[in-house]
């Protein structure tokens, strides 16, 4: 019943909740800086002359985007080493991650170049630039200005659907929160608590990358 | 032990697939019913129920699916019921759909040029009437394509119900598994499943998507 909630017996067990929390926050920024990265390139192919591996990579988005989380997560920790392909839990969870983002973040930076008018390129041919540095100083940066926002909330998503790498054994926050509620049988407390750190965590998340976009971008977000 | 041939493994997921159709179709129709009443609220111009909606939003936009559904488990039994999965995993991913299709309704009809709704005023039209009979068409129009877009989500979204317990396609899955010990082709088969459900989808919000912004720009 409701009034036998017992939140005080979870003092004990802060130090577990921290811990796990401490390792989300990693996994979440380096698949972060990661998956955009990967997104870039991605992006530059995509926009760049239909050839095989833009094709390549279009395929791999599509898949991507059409998948659970958790299913791929499963492919990759229990399916790949019958190819021989042996990874840690720690490991799969941050290349599931990596692989996600890359791909939504593939079409969110592509949907920014593809609004980019063409006499932005036909002005850095015109003043003697390459191919790839037109892409990085000239149509990458107006790009990811315009698609900021959408790709933090993609960041944050990520963030959140990191919660499911629990389920292959790797210690996060909710690995954490399974551990306490099989041992004290507090479960609603438990994830209650939990749900509130991360709650605390994508709202810190935004204002955080938020504050980096108007340090890059100026004041507008 | 009983042997797998890769007809069984098919059919088993077969099987389980129509759990996960069944569960979007719950989910999303049961969070459309949760949303209109609310959309109407947000609409009106009281500012309490306005702030008590952008936290809804808030809670399960910024919050784990997973944790959401292990909420919903464990809550329901607070009160004495026993609680099935089904019931859980239904509740939790209507919730969470209501919170998403109240975003993209409340900006659809926010998109509207605000002179429609002084046009219908003019008119002597009631609130009722101008919901009804004029704003809500246009901005259905340009919450379609957002919302089959979404549909994706929602159908993604089943996959982690098999987390509490509940037999769906990632479920069966996982179960033909430990029974077979080929993950690469039952994962494989299971991806498969919701690429052939989500595809079709994501294909037609995106075909939306330019039809209506293309109706825009003349």
Partial sequence: MIGSLNFSALWPWWPDLVAGLWVTVKLTVLATVGGVALGIVGAALRSGKPGWASRLWGIYVELIRNTPFVVQLFFIVFGLPHLGVRMTAGEAALVAMLINLGAYSTEIIRAGIQVTPKGQWEAGRVLGLSRSQIFFRVVLPPSLKRIYPALVSQCIIVMLGSSVVSQVSYEELTFAAGLIQSRTFLSFEVYFVTTALYLALSIAMRQCLLAIGRKWFGEQY | ?218
């Fill in chain 2, 1 to 218: 032990m009983a042997t797998f041939t890769d007809w069984d493994i098919v059919r088993n997921l077969l099987l389980a697939l129509r759990w996960t159709v069944l569960l979007s179709l719950t989910a999303f129709c049961g969070g459309t019913l949760v949303t209109l009443p609310l959309l109407l609220v947000r609409l009106s111009r009281r500012r309490w129920p306005q702030r008590l909606l952008r936290a809804y939003i808030e809670l399960f936009q910024g919050t784990p699916l997973l944790m959401q559904l292990f909420l919903a488990f464990f809550g329901v039994a607070l009160f004495g019921i026993d609680v099935s999965p089904w019931t859980a995993a239904s509740l939790a991913l209507t919730l969470y759909t209501s919170a998403f299709l109240l975003d993209i309704g409340y900006g659809s009809v926010r998109a509207l040029p605000k002179g429609q709704w002084e046009a219908a005023r003019c008119l002597g039209l009631s609130f009722g009437q101008t919901l009804y009979r004029v704003v809500a068409p246009q901005a259905l129009r340009i919450a379609i394509a957002p919302t089959v877009g979404f549909a994706v989500q929602v159908i993604k979204g089943t996959a982690l119900a098999s987390i509490i317990g509940f037999v769906e396609l990632t479920k069966a899955g996982t179960i033909l598994n430990n029974v077979t010990l080929q993950p690469f082709k039952v994962f494989g088969l299971v991806a498969l499943g919701y690429f052939l459900l989500c595809y079709p989808l994501s294909r037609y919000s995106q075909y939306l998507e330019r039809k209506f912004n293309a109706a825009d720009h003349h």
